[in-house]
């Protein structure tokens, strides 16, 4: 027969079970707040103009303001994932936020600094001022995503480009753009994708 050896249980502090329910508590709230922490690249926000962006790498100084004159690379795609324009390898866009030949980038510039990349995701009639560019393929109702980089911000110089840009020939736009709904210069128009691919 095995003699079983008992021990005596000590009795817990006044108050340790309280203490070990608030250790925890803290516990599941701090890693929450990390793992919020941890998604805020994968977060997506809504702009008070309805823009969609996701920030993919916050830029440095002061936020973009109408007033500045802005140089930027973008890749525009359509809802499939098929690049339809973009300025990677040639001169990035220069425009003033609120001259941009994409309205809704140009919106979506004021939120950025420089350095900065972003995901917008834009309907059509936010996405190009006017008409759609011809040979695009681009369905009116359609979501479009654009990356867009900064590469630099010329602080207060937009009246200077709306000026120097009102000179050029008569019927052309002063932002840069085609007055005809066409892309800005250094921009490219990649070839239409057949339906079904």
């Known amino acids: 027969m095995s003699a079983v050896t008992a021990v005596p249980i000590l009795p817990l502090p006044k108050g340790a079970i309280l203490k070990l329910w608030i250790a925890i508590l803290l516990l599941v709230a701090g890693g929450a707040a990390l793992a919020w922490l941890g998604t805020g690249p994968l977060q997506r926000h809504t702009a008070e103009n309805g823009v969609?962006?996701?920030?993919?790498?916050?830029?440095?100084?002061?936020?973009?303001?109408?007033?500045?004159?802005?140089?930027?690379?973008?890749?525009?795609?359509?809802?499939?994932?098929?690049?339809?324009?973009?300025?990677?390898?040639r001169e990035p866009v220069t425009t003033a936020p609120d001259n941009s030949?994409?309205?809704?980038?140009?919106?979506?510039?004021?939120?950025?600094?420089?350095?900065?990349?972003?995901?917008?995701?834009?309907?059509?009639?936010?996405?190009?001022?006017?008409?759609?560019?011809?040979?695009?393929?681009?369905?009116?109702?359609e979501v479009l995503s654009f990356d867009v980089q900064v590469v630099d911000v010329a602080p207060g110089l937009a009246a200077m480009q709306s000026l120097m840009g009102g000179m050029g020939p008569t019927g052309a736009d002063p932002h840069g753009g085609d007055p005809h709904g066409g892309l800005p210069p250094g921009a490219e128009m990649a070839p239409p994708v057949p339906p079904g691919q």
Do not use: C
């Open 101 to 141: 030949f994409f309205p809704g980038i140009g919106q979506g510039l004021k939120l950025m600094r420089k350095g900065a990349r972003y995901r917008f995701w834009l309907p059509p009639r936010l996405a190009f001022q006017g008409e759609l560019p011809e040979g695009a393929g681009l369905d009116p109702d």
């Open 52 to 89: 969609r962006y996701q920030i993919l790498e916050d830029g440095e100084g002061a936020t973009i303001t109408s007033a500045d004159l802005v140089l930027f690379h973008f890749v525009a795609r359509r809802a499939d994932g098929s690049v339809f324009a973009t300025s990677m390898g």
